[in-house]
């Protein structure tokens, strides 16, 4: 089955119909990588509600929630009348949320690592090599 992507193409948003994700999920993690990247600026305004979901062709109730999931994790702050904007959010905020979801990342890879029989010097190991090809290159 294929899947069915719309595009908006200020913010390089896309969601999935098909993909079983909730669509607010997908916007809102789509949004909030792109806030960590830098790719959105601090006091960037986002697209209002009711622009973005007529963008997407999705429920404006769906739009909302993915921003309010975006406000209560710090990320945008909402003004009344005037829009959501790019929260203030300091470099350490980025870096802790960064650092989360990095270790959260390497549970799964502990879990896989030991499901595969290798033990805790194995994994220091390979990633002692891969860390330093990183940075030859």
């Known amino acids: 089955?294929?899947?069915?992507?719309?595009v908006v193409m200020s913010m390089h948003l896309s969601v999935s119909?098909?993909?079983?994700?909730?669509i607010y999920l997908q916007l809102k993690?789509?949004?909030?990588?792109?806030?960590?990247?830098?790719e959105l600026q601090e006091n960037e305004l986002l697209?209002?509600?009711?622009?973005?979901a007529q963008s997407l062709k999705i429920s404006v109730i769906t739009t909302k929630r993915a921003y309010d999931?975006?406000?209560?994790?710090?990320?945008?702050?909402?003004?009344s009348g005037k829009g959501t904007y790019v929260s203030g959010t300091n470099k350490e905020s980025?870096?802790?949320?960064?650092?989360?979801?990095?270790?959260?990342q390497m549970k799964k890879i502990i879990k896989e690592?030991?499901?595969?029989?290798?033990?805790?010097?194995?994994?220091?190991?390979?990633?002692t090599i891969l860390y330093g090809e990183e940075n030859e290159a």
């Not at 993690?29 to 830098?38: A, F, P, V, Y």
């Open 29 to 38: 993690e789509q949004i909030k990588n792109q806030i960590l990247s830098g």
């Open 113 to 127: 690592s030991q499901a595969l029989g290798l033990n805790r010097q194995d994994l220091t190991n390979l990633l």
């Open 1 to 6: 089955m294929y899947s069915i992507v719309k």
């Open 69 to 79: 999931d975006l406000e209560q994790e710090g990320l945008v702050t909402s003004v």
């Open 94 to 104: 980025i870096r802790e949320i960064k650092y989360r979801e990095l270790e959260e």
């Open 17 to 22: 119909l098909t993909s079983g994700e909730p």
């Open 47 to 52: 697209p209002s509600i009711r622009n973005l």
